[in-house]
């Protein structure tokens, strides 16, 4: 069983930047793809960036294009969410997700990120 812990969370002002981490485990960045989710109040849960095995692709939201950036450690273990210029509308759930097949997909439990004055 893989278990994914996010963390860097937390109250940030218009502007601000924050930068979340999901930390596996177990080693899975040459197997699993990485996505990074988000679930505002009211709203269903978009992804909004992912990263596949190996590095090999990385993908952004409209959203969040030039805004976010998706990034792994060396050890392969956490995979970071680096977030820019953040908006009110960024206020949300974020939550990591590793997936290798219908069988291997695993959630973090979540981690409030708010944007306000």
């Known amino acids: 069983q893989l278990q994914l812990v996010e963390s860097g969370g937390g109250l940030v002002h218009p502007g601000g930047s924050l930068r979340l981490a999901c930390e596996a485990s177990r080693f899975i960045l040459d197997y699993y793809t990485i996505t990074w989710f988000r679930q505002a109040p009211g709203k269903e849960r978009e992804g909004i960036s992912y990263?596949?095995?190996?590095?090999?692709?990385?993908h952004y939201a409209d959203a969040v294009k030039g805004l976010f950036t998706i990034s792994t450690n060396n050890a392969k273990t956490t995979v970071y969410l680096q977030m820019d210029s953040l908006i009110p509308e960024d206020t949300a759930v974020y939550y990591c997700?590793?997936?290798?097949?219908?069988?291997?997909?695993?959630w973090g439990q979540g981690i409030q990120v708010t944007v306000s004055s």
């Open positions: 997700n590793a997936y290798l097949n219908e069988g291997q997909d695993f």
């Open positions: 990263i596949t095995p190996n590095d090999e692709n990385k």
